[in-house]
C-alpha cells in the first residue's frame, strides 16, 4: 500500500522537489522517491506506460481493446520495482 500511495502523490512530490531544489533535508528522500517512480515507468513498455499510471493514480479503467490480466500484471511489475528500487523489504 506504501508505494500504492507514493504512485498517488508523485506529481506533488515532483512539484514540490523542483521548487525546493535540494534546499530542505526532505528534499532527498522526496527526490529518491521520484526518480524511483520515474525507474520504474522506464522498465515497462511504453504502450503500457499511460495506462498503468493513470490506474494507481486515478483508479482508471483498463482500455477495453486488450485482456485486463495483462495491464494487471503489468501494474503489479510497476509497484513491485518502485518497491524494489526503495529497498522496502
Known sequence: MRVNYLVKDYKRMKKLANEFNNNLPKTNKITEECEAVEWALEQIPEEY?????????????????????????????????????????
Open 49 to 89: 506506460k499511460d495506462i498503468i499510471f493513470n490506474k494507481v493514480c486515478y483508479d482508471k479503467a483498463y482500455p477495453l481493446y486488450a485482456d485486463p490480466s495483462t495491464y494487471s500484471r503489468w501494474k503489479c511489475r510497476f509497484l513491485y520495482y518502485i518497491a524494489e528500487k526503495l529497498k522496502y523489504f
